[in-house]
């Protein structure tokens, strides 16, 4: 695969107006850097984590609903960006990963129809912490309609002491909700999100694995 991405710098108390897509296509990410992963029965989501915060790229992972948590080994020696994606993918082959407008999206081989890629007509906030970005852009109506047509409760982030000066602000149009959530994940500093969908009907949406 190729990686076109680009290195994104970011803020806990960045002001993004007008936030657009082409904004992820800035600067060029140094994923040529090489890296020693060794992993042994750790979980998936925590490695991909740990890559988004390596190479500063923001990575959305959305997990398998059959499988919601994959605890992998993985052994790598001298490794750049790619090879570690792909390491991570045949540990766990029921993962691929793709670029896209300069993010990492890693989803399941046989996804089928996904919450995250209900369209937003329109998303706009001016002034909010991560946890209050997530909540308004779950609660936009055709969100709402999506969810509840697919017989789902959506979980996100509780607000954090940690969080409560960030000052987030989006105007979005014409995106999917995967390509929102890329944005906040980036636009906050934590370059990482993950949505699972659990046995009791929960969707799952967190921008860390150790919330």
Known sequence: MNFSGRRIAASLSIVCLGVSLGAA?????KTDQLRIA????????????????DYAVTIGFE????????????????VD????????VKAEPRYQWREHDGFIEVVPVNQGVSLLDTPIS??????VSRELALNRLFGLPQVQAQ???MGLKVRTPLPS????????????????LRQALNLIARES????????????????????CFQ
């Open 122 to 127: 329109s998303f706009q906030v001016k002034d």
């Open 25 to 29: 296509q800035q600067r060029p990410l």
């Open 81 to 88: 960006f790619i090879q570690f994606l792909d390491g991570v």
């Open 189 to 208: 500093g934590t370059q990482f999100w993950i949505a699972r969908k659990l046995a009791n009907g929960t969707y799952e949406i967190k921008l860390s």
């Open 38 to 53: 060794d992993f042994s029965n750790v979980n998936m989501g925590a490695i991909l984590e740990t890559i988004a915060t």
């Open 63 to 78: 997990t398998d609903p059959n499988k919601p948590q994959s605890s992998i080994e993985l052994h790598l020696r001298n």
């Open 147 to 149: 969810t509840l047509s």
């Open 161 to 176: 002491d940690k969080t409560r000066d960030e000052k987030l602000s989006f105007n979005l149009s014409g995106v999917s």
